[in-house]
């Protein structure tokens, strides 16, 4: 019979070689594990503005979509990434310090202008890539995304009906005066006729109440960056 203290120094060396097991097998992993988090975000780029073929995806992305980064004021930030920005260390800084990516889609003469955007859903972070037309004010398509919504409820913001009714309406007013789209509570909503409305979900209001933060705040920020392309 093996005494205690054997047991114990057993039980310690056991331990410690399954943790080192582990640790090697998560760092061996690691590069893979971005890579496809990589992909999965230019998936979700591409897929605001045109179907996505898994097979030739990252040939498109470089093909088609140019990254820049500016200032709330507007001015481009010459030398910064925007595919490597953290979005959500981004938004802890002050406005004035901020960096605001922006990916510009061109294809066959047409040109999307995708805006990354980050907000708080009631369950954890949600997010999504809103695509403007050539007018930089009209909705050409919108990725919805979210860690920990719901199923049901909250999770349907990122399943294709509800994305497909963004399209086409409007983040500013006829005047000029930016509005974006808020989502009404509930579903049902007779939002026909209205550019600045969609309609929502049953049972999710905390997770539409955190889209509508995100589309009007974040978006928001991006008006002097859309008005200096626009110039």
């Known amino acids: 019979m093996h005494s205690n203290s054997y047991t114990l120094r057993y039980a310690i060396f056991f331990t410690a070689g399954v943790?080192?097991?582990?640790?090697?097998a998560a760092s061996s992993l690691r590069p893979m594990q971005q890579q496809n988090i990589a992909q999965a975000k230019r998936a979700s780029i591409l897929q605001s503005v045109m179907t996505v073929n898994t097979e030739t995806l990252e040939?498109?992305?470089?093909?088609?979509?140019t990254e820049r980064v500016f200032g709330i004021d507007g001015q481009e930030k010459v030398g910064e990434s925007a595919f490597a920005l953290d979005l959500k260390k981004e938004m802890k800084k002050a406005d004035d310090v901020r960096s605001f990516p922006l990916y510009i889609f061109n294809k066959d003469g047409q040109t999307r202008y995708i805006i990354p955007l980050q907000g708080k859903g009631l369950w954890g972070p949600i997010s999504?890539?809103?695509?403007?037309?050539?007018d930089l004010n009209t909705i050409s398509g919108v990725i919805f995304g979210h860690e920990k919504e719901t199923p049901?409820?909250?999770a349907e913001i990122n399943t294709a009906q509800f994305q497909e009714q963004f399209r086409g309406k409007k983040i500013f007013t006829d005047s000029g005066e930016f509005a974006s789209?808020?989502?009404?509570?509930?579903?049902?909503?007779?939002?026909?006729?209205n550019p600045h409305e969609a309609d929502g979900l049953t049972g999710a209001t905390m997770t539409t109440n955190g889209v509508n933060k995100m589309l009007s705040e974040e978006v928001a920020r991006y008006k002097q960056v859309l008005t200096s392309i626009n110039s």
């Open 19 to 24: 943790a080192i097991i582990l640790a090697l």
């Open 59 to 65: 040939q498109d992305y470089n093909s088609f979509i």
């Open 128 to 134: 999504a890539f809103l695509a403007l037309d050539g």
């Open 152 to 154: 049901g409820l909250g």
């Open 181 to 193: 789209v808020r989502i009404l509570k509930g579903s049902g909503n007779n939002v026909s006729g």
